[in-house]
Structures are given as C-alpha cells and as structure tokens.
Nanobody, 119 residues
C-alpha cells in the first residue's frame, strides 16, 4: 500500500511562486511514475507534470512549460513542484498521484491542496 499527502498550497498573487510537496509512504518501491494533476471548478482533472520515480524522465503540460518544475527526493520519498510566474488560470486543487509498477492507470491519489492565484 502507498499513501500520498500533499502540502504547500495557498493564496498567491499573479506572478508569484509556490512550491507544493507530496510525501509518499508505504511500499514506495512499487511506484513507477509520480505526477501532479489539477482540477479547476467546473473543469476536468488534468495532468500537469510527471516524473519517473526511479529515473529522471519528465512530462509537462504545454501551458506550464518554463514555469513549473517537477522534482523528487527519493531518500525522503517526496515529490515537489515549483510553480513560478503563476497566473489566475493556474487556480485549482492540485493532487499528487502515483502509478504503481504494472498498472496502467494512476491508482494512488493524495487528498489535494488548493492553489489560488489572484489577479
């Protein structure tokens, strides 16, 4: 069993920065890929960025490229996303997620943390 707990959300002005953290616990050796998703009111949940748990390959949604940086600290079992130059359209609940080895879906989710960017 793997559990994920996010932290670091909050209210920030447009142009500001936030760093979200996601602490993983349990059988972290079973994790293949970790990611950040977000869901804005009235919109579907979308993949923002992902990174291989045991490697360095990354993916970014086009709208966050150059502004967001996903990273991890494996000894601390922690995932991060540094969000710079934030825009009001980045306002959403941000979730970290993990896909376990052998799985095809994102099958472990955190509880979410609210990020609000004011204009």
């Amino acid at each position: 069993q793997v559990s994920l707990v996010e932290s670091g959300g909050g209210l920030v002005q447009a142009g500001g920065s936030l760093r979200l953290s996601c602490a993983a616990s349990g059988r972290t050796d079973r994790i293949a890929v970790v990611a950040w998703f977000r869901q804005a009111p009235g919109k579907e949940r979308e993949l923002v960025a992902s990174i291989q748990w045991s490697g360095s390959g990354t993916y970014y949604k086009d709208s966050v490229k150059g502004r967001f940086t996903i990273s991890k600290d494996n000894p601390k079992n922690t995932l991060y996303v540094q969000m710079n130059s934030l825009k009001p359209e980045d306002t959403a609940v941000y979730y970290c997620a993990a896909r376990l080895r052998g799985a095809v879906d994102w099958n472990v989710w955190g509880q979410g943390t609210q990020v609000t960017v004011s204009s």
